[in-house]
């Protein structure tokens, strides 16, 4: 049984930082494809903030550059969201989210890949 167990969130205020934690656990992992972060805000829809491929290659949504920047440490399975210069606008749930591949536990052959997310962790930023 795959979980995605994030940490990291909290209260903070305008122009502060945030350090968001990531990390698959459990099942029996042949791959991961990406990971990444998304947020949903009272009354939005749930939106990318930004995604890291396996090559190590990064897209973020046009609102964050040069303020987050996502990191891996693919020995521990985790994944990292440092929001630095944070704005009340950031203020949403966040959502860490994981394409992989799992072994099959009875054959030990690949599945075909799907997507795991987290619980959320609530982030806000008081103006």
């Known amino acids: 049984q795959v979980q995605l167990v994030e940490s990291g969130g909290g209260l903070v205020q305008a122009g502060g930082s945030l350090r968001l934690s990531c990390t698959i656990s459990g099942g029996n992992i042949f791959s991961i494809n990406t990971m990444g972060w998304y947020r949903q805000a009272p009354g939005k829809q749930r939106e990318l903030v930004v995604v890291i491929t396996s090559d190590g290659s990064t897209n973020y949504v046009d609102s964050v550059k040069g303020r987050f920047s996502i990191s891996r440490d693919s020995a521990k399975n985790t994944v990292y969201l440092q929001m630095d210069s944070l704005k009340s606008e950031d203020t949403a749930i966040y959502y860490c989210?994981?394409?992989?591949?799992?072994?099959?536990?009875?054959?030990?052959?690949?599945?075909?890949?799907?997507?795991?997310w987290g619980q959320g962790t609530q982030v806000t930023v008081s103006s």
């Open positions: 989210k994981a394409n992989l591949r799992l072994f099959d536990s009875d054959t030990w052959n690949p599945k075909p890949a799907g997507d795991y």
